[in-house]
């Protein structure tokens, strides 16, 4: 088997992680990981590898053990996972509109926020308003629970009229 390298490492890392989160839950059996087909054209992996590359996203924190094989995406996984989503498109033609209004008293948290909704697609319309056209709710559902921002966030979603 031909050695790792960090990059190709860091592709598997990112694979393992989609996998977790496009399985559709965040609780996942080892073997229902689809890493066995070809990765941007790698090599097949073996089940040793994933398992090596498994247990280090579990000894970082990204991971948490739930029984045999069976694996937990975290809170801090979820995080590190947010910039190598793939962002789907609404197919429903409906805008997703977010407003927020974090106090200045709460500023790194507001930066933190405003940095993790802009890797969900969020673009800036006003200055506490964001739009997006992508199928997000989930995550930011998630976002405002993780952050605890949850008095301060408004989502809707409708039709922008211009």
Known sequence: MPKLTNTKRIIIRRAVLRSLKYAGAQLIELA???LMARY????QLRPVVVQKIINSLVHEGELERRGKDKYYLTDLGAVR???VLRLV???DGNTRILV???PESRRKLRDRF???IKLLGFKRHQQSVWVSQYQCEDWIEWLIGYHQV???VSLYIGR???
């Open 32 to 34: 229902a990981i689809p």
């Open 40 to 43: 941007k054209g790698m090599f």
């Open 81 to 83: 996972l947010l910039p």
């Open 89 to 91: 498109k609404a197919t």
């Open 100 to 102: 927020f209004d974090i």
């Open 114 to 116: 405003r940095y993790h």
């Open 150 to 152: 949850g008095d301060f």
């Open 160 to 162: 922008l009229v211009r």
